[in-house]
């Protein structure tokens, strides 16, 4: 189902599949900020990653001796979300652990999603619980595909990245398989903006694990129109538009976790990146959007 969250500056729409935002539009003119989703270059326009971020080496890992299953990303942004509760500016969501979940994610949990709008912001809370009676390992991130370019008329080739810190970080490369590599590789950044282009994507996702800055932007150089990400404590950071070219939209992607490594052979509890919670523990963790 998709429901509608209004205020003077922003509607915005997010259904109960994934909890996932489907749309962000400036209300003065009309301008859409976010991906629709429309299959001929991706289905999603913002899912939560859990509890997994990114890909499984063979798509299965071990608990305890036990092989389990997932597929890419996990089951969050696939599930179905019971609505919590809902007012004109803010709405949340949550999904509960069944026997189905207990078949490929041997944990009890509950994740509880909520969009919350304030002037030209939104701001996206993730509460993770651990229900069950053991230590429980999960990763979490955002998938968030923002239109680059924002104003019609404009290129991909007119947007950069615009960094709130001065970077000097290289990016860990993702094989074929969506396995991350041991060596950097050879996309630097350097300073507080990086110009974007299609062939950097190439090789899959940009991702780094030295990322200074908390706030990201997607600027023009032809027009004022932008839209930042800002999200604190996030210790790795992904950008991604599809590998073939020519995609209107670039993802911002704040994560805790990645994917498995290309040799990883070990026990799930062992994953690097991975976020811990004791019996009956809770985790909050936000990050903000704004537009403009």
């Known amino acids: 189902m998709l429901y509608t969250l209004e205020n003077k500056k922003l509607c915005v729409l997010v259904r109960s599949q994934g909890a996932e935002l489907r749309s962000i539009k400036e209300r003065e003119d009309e301008t859409e900020y976010l991906w629709d989703g429309n299959p001929e270059w991706w289905k999603y326009s913002s899912p939560v990653l859990f509890p997994i971020v990114g890909k499984l080496l063979d798509g299965k890992y071990t608990v305890d001796g036990k092989e389990y299953k997932l597929p890419g990303h996990g089951l969050g942004r696939i599930s179905e979300f019971e609505l919590v509760s809902r007012e004109e500016t803010r709405i949340e969501f949550a999904l509960k652990w069944t026997q189905e979940t207990l078949a490929v994610y041997p944990w009890k949990f509950q994740l509880n999603i909520a969009y919350e709008l304030e002037d030209n912001q939104i701001k996206v809370i993730w509460k993770i619980q651990n229900l069950d009676d053991k230590h429980m390992v999960y990763s979490i991130g955002s998938h968030g595909a923002f239109r680059c370019p924002i104003v019609a008329g404009e290129s991909f080739e007119d947007c950069y990245l615009e960094f709130n810190a001065s970077e000097d970080m290289k990016n860990l490369p993702i094989d074929s398989k969506g396995q991350i590599q041991h060596e950097y590789g050879d996309q630097a950044v ?67 976790g990645h994917a498995d490594y290309v040799d990883f052979q070990g026990d799930f509890k062992d994953r690097e990146g991975s976020e811990t919670l004791a019996p009956g523990e809770e985790n909050i963790i936000s990050y903000t959007i704004t537009i403009g």
């Not at 996702?205 to 932008?226: E, G, M, P, R």
């Not at 996030?234 to 704040?254: H, K, M, Q, S, V």
């Open 190 to 256: 350097k300073g507080t903006k990086l110009p974007l282009n299609y062939e950097m994507f190439k090789k899959d996702a940009l991702v780094y694990d030295a990322q200074q800055s908390d706030t990201v932007s997607i600027c023009s150089t032809k027009s004022d129109k932008k839209v930042t990400v800002q999200a604190k404590g996030f210790p790795y950071w992904g950008y991604w538009t599809p590998d073939r070219g020519g995609a209107p939209f670039l993802c911002i992607e704040p994560w805790h």
